[in-house]
C-alpha cells in the first residue's frame, strides 16, 4: 500500500493542483492532500477554507483525502504513513526551490523519497498568486479553476479583500 503526501499552502487550489492530483492518484494507493495551515506566505483563504475548496475539487478521486497540518512536512508523512512526498514542477525556478526542499526532507527523514511531476503543459504558467491577481482585477479565471474555487475567489474580492 503506497500513500503519499501531496503538501501546499492551496490559496486556492486550482486546475495545475487538481492536474497533479489526479495523475499521482492514479500512480499510487492513496494521495493525502496536506494543506499548510501556517505558511510564511500571506494567504487570502483560512485554513478550514482551504481544505473545503480542495475537497470540493478533489471530490471526483476516491483515493483522495485532504487535510491540514502545522509543522514539519516530513512529521506529517510519517503521521499519514506516507512513504513519499509529491510535488509539482513549473519551470527551472521550481527545480531549485524544489530540489533543496527535497534534500532537507531527506536529511531530516531519510525513509521520505521525493517525487516531482512535471506540470502539464496548459498549467505551466499558472500559480495562484497570479490567479488572485487576475480574480482581484476582474479578469476570466474559469479556465484555471474549478468553480467552487471560481465562486470563493468572486465572493471575496466582492468584499473587498486583497
Ligand atoms: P507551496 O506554498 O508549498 O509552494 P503551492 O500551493 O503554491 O504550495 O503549490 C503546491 C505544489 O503544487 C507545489 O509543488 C507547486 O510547485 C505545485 N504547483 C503549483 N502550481 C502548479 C501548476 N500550475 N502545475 C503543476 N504544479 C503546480
Keep these: 500500500m503506497h500513500v503519499v503526501l501531496y503538501p501546499g499552502s492551496f490559496d486556492p487550489i486550482h486546475n495545475g493542483h487538481v492536474d497533479i492530483a489526479q495523475r499521482?492518484?492514479?500512480?499510487?494507493?492513496?494521495?493525502v492532500v496536506a494543506i499548510y495551515d501556517t505558511p510564511s506566505k500571506r494567504l487570502l483563504f483560512d485554513t478550514a477554507t482551504r481544505v473545503?475548496?480542495?475537497?470540493?475539487?478533489?471530490?471526483?478521486?476516491?483515493?483522495v483525502r485532504v487535510i491540514s497540518y502545522q509543522g514539519l512536512t516530513v512529521d506529517c508523512a510519517h503521521r499519514e504513513g506516507a512513504t513519499a512526498i509529491v510535488r509539482g514542477l513549473r519551470a527551472t525556478s521550481d527545480y531549485e526551490y524544489e530540489s533543496q526542499m527535497a534534500l532537507t526532507n531527506k536529511a531530516l527523514a531519510p525513509d521520505i523519497d521525493a517525487v516531482c511531476l512535471i506540470t502539464s503543459?496548459?498549467?505551466?504558467?499558472?500559480?495562484?498568486?497570479?490567479?488572485?491577481?487576475?480574480?482581484?482585477?476582474?479578469?476570466?479565471?474559469?479556465?484555471?479553476?474549478?468553480?467552487?474555487?471560481?465562486?470563493?475567489?468572486?465572493?471575496?474580492?466582492?468584499q473587498g479583500e486583497g
Design 24 to 31: 499521482a492518484a492514479h500512480l499510487f494507493d492513496e494521495l
Design 52 to 63: 473545503r475548496l480542495a475537497q470540493e475539487s478533489l471530490k471526483h478521486l476516491v483515493n
Design 121 to 158: 503543459l496548459k498549467y505551466a504558467y499558472l500559480s495562484s498568486s497570479i490567479l488572485k491577481e487576475v480574480a482581484a482585477l476582474g479578469g476570466n479565471i474559469s479556465n484555471w479553476v474549478p468553480p467552487n474555487v471560481q465562486q470563493a475567489l468572486h465572493l471575496r474580492f466582492r
